[in-house]
């Protein structure tokens, strides 16, 4: 079988490999979409924590399922997604009903090989039934599920205001599950094509460029000087981090979605008198995908409008570089297999 193997920070290589066999409690899927996601560019770009090479990448899936031991309710022949996150089911995290921040989680495509390859092996219990969506949705149902996973983490509550800063993929899912929580959500970010894509195609009312408005003062504006109840960074650029602490609202909540590398810095004092909750979010679970999956076929949210480059499997090796310049216009690609 072909696999597309990220050799080290920015060389990517075609090689085949024999196809997996069926193991107990596991299952082999036949890959059909693969979504590109931040966490593949930083990557390649040799940026991402957690991360060592050669790697496999890809963890946005759709398949057909081949064959499968103890999983019941699954048919070969059927279509599904599955939750990337191999947790241990043992440590403090995972009995306490946290397997997104399982001790020793691994994520395929991170820790361990993913799915940019034709056929995969993984265990039954992360398969997820296809609910009637497409390839194309059942794709994006983990990067929505990151995005809903933080607002369910921030609690966000009808009539508040969400400052999300960064309106890439993940910052657009975050963005849509807080406006379905009832939230004036506001986008901020240093792209003007993000920033007019959160506007004509998700209808956040309030957007903000970095680069060019005073964001304090924007803010304070929109918020009749309160400032943002819950501010959700999903830059995962230290700058961006940072800097939000000043966005916070008196009593409000932080949440970091947004991953980097380096120290996170800000004003005691400041946080403090604020009397301000800072968390991390880091994943997903069942429950978030099921609400997710819940939420596509109800119609609440169009995951369609996130792909705006496709891309053939054959091709992904030639194309991958495009997808790191800004002018690419690159909210989502999407992998096709077939």
Same mark, same amino acid.
């Given at each position: 079988?072909?696999?597309?193997?990220?050799?080290?920070?920015?060389?990517?290589?075609?090689?085949? =490999?024999?196809?997996? +066999?069926?193991?107990? $409690?596991? @299952?082999?899927?036949?890959?059909? *979409? &693969?979504?590109?996601?931040?966490?593949?560019?930083?990557?390649?770009?040799?940026?991402?924590?957690?991360?060592?090479?050669?790697?496999?990448?890809?963890?946005?899936?759709?398949?057909?399922?081949?064959?499968?031991?103890?999983?019941?309710?699954?048919?070969?022949?059927?279509?599904?997604?599955?939750?990337?996150?191999?947790?241990?089911?043992?440590?403090?995290?995972?009995?306490?009903?946290?397997?997104?921040?399982?001790?020793?989680?691994?994520?395929?495509?991170?820790?361990?090989?993913?799915?940019?390859?034709?056929?995969?092996?993984?265990?039954?219990?992360?398969?997820?039934?296809?609910?009637?969506?497409?390839?194309?949705?059942?794709?994006?149902?983990?990067?929505?599920?990151?995005?809903?996973?933080?607002?369910?983490?921030?609690?966000?509550?009808?009539?508040?205001?969400? =400052?999300?800063?960064? +309106?890439?993929?993940? $910052?657009? @899912?975050?963005?849509?599950?807080? *406006? &379905?929580?009832?939230?004036?959500?506001?986008?901020?970010?240093?792209?003007?094509?993000?920033?007019?894509?959160?506007?004509?195609?998700?209808?956040?009312?309030?957007?903000?460029?970095?680069?060019?408005?005073?964001?304090?003062?924007?803010?304070?504006?929109?918020?009749?000087?309160?400032?943002?109840?819950?501010?959700?960074?999903?830059?995962?650029?230290?700058?961006?981090?940072?800097?939000?602490?000043?966005?916070?609202?008196?009593?409000?909540?932080?949440?970091?979605?947004?991953?980097?590398?380096?120290?996170?810095?800000?004003?005691?004092?400041?946080?403090?008198?604020?009397?301000?909750?800072?968390?991390?979010?880091?994943?997903?679970?069942?429950?978030?995908?099921?609400?997710?999956?819940?939420?596509?076929?109800?119609?609440?949210?169009?995951?369609?409008?996130?792909?705006?480059?496709?891309?053939?499997?054959?091709?992904?090796?030639?194309?991958?570089?495009?997808?790191?310049?800004?002018?690419?216009?690159?909210?989502?690609?999407?992998?096709?297999?077939?």
């Amino acid at each position: 079988m072909k696999v597309l193997v990220c050799e080290k920070p920015g060389l990517f290589e075609y090689k085949e =490999l024999p196809a997996p +066999a069926l193991e107990p $409690g596991h @299952a082999i899927i036949k890959i059909k *979409r &693969i979504g590109i996601c931040g966490t593949d560019l930083h990557a390649y770009q040799g940026t991402q924590p957690y991360f060592n090479y050669p790697r496999i990448l890809g963890h946005e899936l759709a398949a057909d399922l081949i064959d499968a031991d103890q999983a019941d309710g699954f048919v070969p022949g059927e279509a599904l997604t599955i939750i990337p996150y191999l947790s241990c089911n043992k440590c403090i995290a995972c009995r306490n009903g946290k397997p997104n921040c399982c001790i020793q989680i691994k994520v395929c495509g991170v820790h361990i090989d993913g799915g940019m390859t034709e056929y995969l092996s993984i265990p039954s219990d992360i398969l997820i039934k296809n609910k009637g969506l497409s390839y194309d949705e059942l794709a994006l149902v983990e990067p929505l599920s990151i995005g809903a996973h933080g607002i369910r983490r921030a609690q966000v509550k009808e009539n508040e205001f969400v =400052l999300v800063t960064g +309106a890439g993929p993940i $910052g657009l @899912a975050t963005m849509e599950f807080a *406006r &379905i929580a009832g939230a004036h959500v506001i986008a901020l970010d240093v792209n003007e094509t993000r920033l007019e894509f959160c506007k004509q195609k998700l209808n956040i009312p309030y957007t903000i460029n970095a680069l060019k408005e005073n964001v304090v003062e924007r803010l304070q504006k929109i918020t009749n000087a309160d400032m943002p109840t819950v501010v959700i960074d999903a830059t995962g650029n230290q700058k961006a981090i940072n800097n939000a602490f000043q966005y916070l609202a008196h009593g409000g909540r932080y949440v970091l979605i947004g991953l980097q590398r380096d120290v996170i810095s800000f004003s005691h004092p400041e946080f403090h008198k604020r009397e301000s909750t800072l968390m991390s979010s880091r994943n997903a679970t069942r429950e978030d995908f099921e609400y997710v999956m819940n939420c596509m076929s109800k119609g609440l949210i169009n995951p369609a409008s996130y792909i705006t480059h496709r891309v053939k499997f054959d091709d992904v090796k030639n194309e991958f570089e495009n997808w790191l310049n800004p002018s690419s216009g690159l909210i989502k690609a999407m992998v096709e297999m077939d």
